[in-house]
């Protein structure tokens, strides 16, 4: 069974803080995808990364991809609030079918 | 433009009832997906579409059933609900250019009592 697994299941910080979440598996992945999840809502894409040691920003958000394909990494620099949500990591296992990470709850205190 | 649509939002059913989650999507996406989300747990595969007239199972499939007759609508049918299957569900569709990137639907969440 392949597995996703996220850490820390929970994070609360204050406003201005940095912090770093993270996806492992023993599986290797043909792409991995983060996702930000609204109570309410479904989730939406972040990014994608596609290769090993693959690093992309998106503003605050620093996305990075493992060199051997099974891991990535989220950090979030100065946190808002705004950034308050579930945080889900989707490994795409060949083909089409993704599996997702049980997510990192994030909440940000003003 | 809508995205993945899905109805209804809230519902609750008794044991034994039988219902079907609309799930229709504007997109033109070949490929659709059920998915059940229960806390700390994850999102995880009921099952999948490639395209109309064909499915298949993923993950957990039992107690469901999906039809895919237009490219559009991907309806996720419960013969006999029982407790277990109380869960925020949520539809996806992707058009599978490169990465798979999925679109979901604001979710619908049941609760079977």
């Known amino acids: 069974t392949q597995l996703l697994e996220q850490s820390p299941q929970f994070l609360s910080i204050q406003e201005g803080e940095n912090l770093t979440v993270y996806c492992n598996s023993s599986s290797v992945f043909s792409s991995l995808q983060w996702y930000r999840q609204e109570p309410g809502e479904g989730p939406v894409l972040l990014v994608t990364v596609v290769t090993g040691g693959e690093v992309k920003k998106l503003k605050r958000l620093t996305f990075q991809f493992g060199d051997a394909r099974k891991d990535s990494s989220l950090h979030i620099t100065a946190a808002q609030p705004g950034d308050t949500g579930l945080y889900l990591c989707?490994?795409?296992?060949?083909?089409?079918?993704?599996?997702f990470g049980a997510g990192t709850r994030l909440f940000v205190k003003a | 433009n809508a995205g993945v649509t899905q109805t209804p939002k809230f519902r609750i059913l008794k044991i034994g009832q039988s219902m079907t989650l609309q799930c229709t999507q504007d997109m033109n996406h070949n490929y659709m997906y059920w998915y059940r989300q229960d806390p700390g747990m994850g999102l995880k595969l009921i099952y999948y579409?490639?395209?109309?007239?064909?499915?298949d199972k993923g993950e957990v499939p039992n107690g469901y059933n999906v039809s895919r007759s237009t490219t559009e609508d991907f309806p996720l049918r419960l013969e006999l609900a029982a407790p277990s299957q109380t869960s925020v569900y949520f539809c996806a569709s992707s058009l599978l250019s490169g990465a798979n990137v999925l679109t979901f639907g604001a979710g619908s969440r049941l609760t079977v009592l």
């Open positions: 989707a490994g795409e296992t060949g083909g089409f079918k993704t599996i």
């Open positions: 579409s490639v395209g109309a007239g064909i499915t």
